[in-house]
């Protein structure tokens, strides 16, 4: 089911803002069971459908060089397929049992989850379907199928070879490996043809049992339903679930920041741009979340992504004649160990002599002016930018919608935990021009970046040499992949 796109990072934001603001008469409500598993409700009164989930702290970012893409397998075999389209006979005839729709999920960087949508009639039945999809004895019934893992491995070679041809793929292979060189598989779902001949049963088994745990996970509802009702079909769904040792006991380290050792040219002759036009991106190694820089860098993109913002300007003004720099776009990929944000923008380059120039110019208007402004003026946003961008928090779009609102619970719980709500957006709140002054400084000033332009391959072509001459390194699939 197709919905429109909204970056994750303002999934979390509108959550904490919504769920801050709504006091002691909240429909939220929040509880652990005794074996550590966190569940958070959220009420819908006459919505008349109803959306429930389970998400896992720990997705591609618990992985190591040995292991990457087992998070994929498990997926592969618990739901004969990806989460967001299981696989025949089961779990497909199940959930077919309860005409449940809109599947969601799989693994993800910093997650492993699953959610679909439901009558409320289905409630209970509900509830012990998704307790068994990662219950050790699912895993235990997938395995004991000859094929399955066989199956599953050949799945995710499939997806790999995919990958090799797949221009977004490609581009975003090539930007994690180049900023996160220490440690690659850990933003990568596949992993390894290596990797993947290597697993086995009993290597999946042991994975799960120390991620796929109560005390590492969330029930999440939402929709027409009643808590009083609900709150102990779910104690008796979830009870055979068992406590297990804290994964996160000793984390994954957080990868280095700078990402790269010197600032980096890339360029990615890319088949799906239009001739004549190419898009800029700035990327950087970001705040985790946990960094005292995380708020910050929250409402710095906010305010930044607007199209009367500075910056938006500056490109407009700045840019060489007749590029037509688009409205910068901002993305802030905030996770535990692997963030990162970007600014990037599209321009015309069909009368440009030279892009080489225009990607050397939207760096230096960007960090050079731009970002050394914000770190030496307090007054570069004014105070209407910082009203109006907190404001925006605090107004969050209607959750009359269940699986919006799932959503929102999903990723806040990811942030903060079940009691995280308040303390995410008194932070927004208590920020002020200091605190992204110290982000402009710390992560803009005293960070290095990687500048890349996609471009049509008949473009680049022309302007090869001139690509070469700048030191601009050659994105192409033989070279942007981890495992190759």
């Known amino acids: 089911m197709k919905s429109k796109y909204i970056p994750p990072i303002l999934y979390i934001l509108f959550t904490l803002a919504a769920l801050s603001g709504l006091g002691a008469e909240s429909p939220l409500s929040a509880y652990t069971l005794d074996n550590g598993l966190d569940v958070l409700l959220m009420p819908l009164p006459g919505s008349d459908e109803l959306s429930m989930g389970i998400v896992f702290k720990g997705g591609t970012e618990a992985q190591t060089s040995g292991n990457a893409g087992h998070f994929g397998l498990l997926e592969q075999l618990l739901f004969r397929g990806r989460a967001s389209e299981p696989g025949e006979p089961e779990p497909a005839g199940a959930l077919e049992a309860l005409e449940a729709s809109a599947f969601d999920g799989g693994v993800k960087t910093d997650r492993f989850a699953f959610a679909f949508s439901l009558s409320p009639g289905f409630l209970d039945q509900g509830l012990n379907t998704l307790s068994h999809l990662f219950s050790g004895l699912r895993l235990e019934t997938a395995l004991s199928d000859p094929s399955a893992l066989s199956e599953a491995k050949n799945a995710l070679l499939a997806r790999m070879e995919a990958?090799?041809?797949?221009?977004?793929?490609?581009?975003?292979?090539?930007?994690?490996?180049?900023?996160?060189?220490?440690?690659?598989?850990?933003?990568?779902?596949?992993?390894?043809?290596?990797?993947?001949?290597?697993?086995?049963?009993?290597?999946?088994?042991?994975?799960?049992?120390?991620?796929?745990?109560p005390n590492n996970a969330a029930l999440l509802m939402a929709g027409d339903f009643d808590p009083r009702v609900a709150k102990p079909l779910i104690s008796a769904a979830f009870a055979s679930w068992k406590k297990a040792e804290d994964p996160w006991k000793t984390p994954p380290s957080a990868l280095p920041k700078p990402g790269v050792t010197r600032p980096t040219l890339m360029v990615y002759p890319d088949a799906t741009q239009r001739k004549g036009y190419a898009s800029l991106e700035m990327r950087y190694r970001g705040p985790d979340i946990g960094s005292p820089r995380f708020a910050a860098a929250r409402l710095w993109a906010e305010m930044l992504s607007q199209s009367d913002s500075r910056l938006a300007k500056a490109l407009a003004k700045a840019m060489p004649k007749n590029s037509a720099s688009s409205t910068p776009k901002v993305r802030y990929q905030a996770m535990r160990s692997a963030s990162w944000f970007s600014l990037s923008t599209t321009i015309v380059i069909g009368t440009l002599a030279n892009p080489a120039d225009a990607v050397l110019a939207f760096k230096e208007i960007v960090r050079g002016t731009e970002m050394y402004a914000m770190k030496t003026n307090p007054g570069y946003f004014s105070e209407i930018e910082y009203k109006n961008a907190k404001a925006s928090f605090e107004e969050p779009p209607g959750h009359e919608n269940s699986q919006l609102a799932l959503s929102f619970l999903m990723d806040s719980w990811l942030l903060g935990g079940s009691k995280g709500f308040e303390t995410g957006i008194k932070s927004i709140r208590a920020l002020t021009s200091k605190d992204i002054t110290s982000f402009a400084d710390e992560y803009l000033m005293k960070n290095l970046e990687i500048v890349s332009i996609r471009l049509n391959p008949e473009d680049y072509a022309i302007k090869k040499k001139n690509f070469d001459s700048y030191g601009f390194e050659l994105i192409s699939p033989q070279n942007a992949f981890w495992w190759k």
């Open 163 to 213: 990958a090799v041809s797949e221009p977004e793929e490609i581009y975003e292979y090539a930007l994690a490996k180049k900023l996160f060189s220490s440690a690659p598989w850990r933003l990568d779902a596949v992993g390894s043809e290596k990797t993947l001949r290597e697993a086995s049963g009993a290597s999946l088994k042991a994975l799960a049992s120390r991620w796929l745990i």
